[in-house]
């Protein structure tokens, strides 16, 4: 099942943090001395305002959802706009420094090898990619699946490995691969968790079945209630920026 994101803008864009996030400084660092930047699913823009914030370059958003863009556009967020659905790139081959996309690989599908060969041909000899996603450890381990039996195996079947990235990204003719992991501090699964979650924070609750996400945010709350406003779970966020160069420099 696919996630509607025109109708889900809103209430992603109330949820999602804004600003800075986890891999942000690793980002930047890829960033570093670009010219001309291209951002795949750019959606509300929460990571293209930081990178606007961060480079003198020229960056382009690509989003397919006109609702995602909205947000972005009612929000002043920097950049020009272009609607554009991946693996399909619509610019000129070797015409930016680096591509990247943070939280999309998830929706390319199970092979990202065609992302990828288009981020090559958009590339200039020696540009770079650079992604940031979910790794699996977290996924695997995280205190929502306590709630919903589902959680885990939605999220392993989208979210690939990240060495299973990293054999696309080197078929597709880049080199220098590598990848980091972040993580946040711990914070308990409390009141201001189970908000976001009524809010459908992760499209993650569009996927698994109504009656699975009704049973479970019921039983979340009964433990937050039970606990005076929280429970003995602590969720402790990951994410991992795997980046690389794009063939000859
Ligand atoms: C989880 S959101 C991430 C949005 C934004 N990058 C962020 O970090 O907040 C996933 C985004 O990918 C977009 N998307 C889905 N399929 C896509 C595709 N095939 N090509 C490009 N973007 C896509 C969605 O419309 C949505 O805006």
């Known amino acids: 099942m696919t996630v509607n994101y025109d109708q889900i803008a809103v209430r992603y864009d109330a949820h999602r943090p804004s600003g800075s996030d986890l891999c942000f400084d690793r980002l930047a660092e890829v960033l570093a001395g670009a010219r001309r930047i291209l951002e795949v699913g750019a959606g509300t823009g929460n990571t293209t305002r930081f990178v606007a914030r961060s480079t003198d370059a020229t960056l382009v958003a690509m989003e397919p959802s006109v609702g995602m863009a909205a947000q972005a556009c009612a929000k002043g967020v920097g950049g020009e706009w272009v609607r554009g659905e991946a693996p399909q790139l619509p610019f000129r081959s070797g015409s930016f420094d680096v591509v990247y996309s943070t939280y999309v690989l998830q929706h390319v599908g199970d092979d990202p090898l065609a992302l990828f060969e288009a981020c090559a041909r958009v590339l200039r000899p020696g540009g770079r990619t650079a992604h ?21 195996k939605i999220d392993l079947s989208r979210f690939l490995p990240v060495e299973r990235l990293a054999v ?45 996400y009704e049973t479970g945010l019921a039983r979340f709350r009964e433990d937050v ?19 690389a160069r794009c063939g000859s420099s």
């Not at 209630?225 to 980046?243: C, D, P």
């Open 168 to 212: 696309a990204l080197e078929t597709a003719g880049f080199r220098d691969v590598r990848w980091d992991l972040e993580c946040e501090q711990p914070k308990a699964l409390n009141r201001a968790y189970l908000a976001r979650v009524e809010s459908k924070f992760l499209s993650t609750f569009d996927i698994m079945s109504p009656a699975e």
């Open 132 to 152: 940031i996603t979910v790794p699996g450890s977290y996924i695997a381990g995280h205190p929502l699946n306590h709630y919903f039996p589902s959680f885990a």
């Open 225 to 243: 209630e039970a606990g005076g406003g929280t429970t003995q779970h602590v969720v402790t966020r990951e994410a991992v920026l795997i980046q």
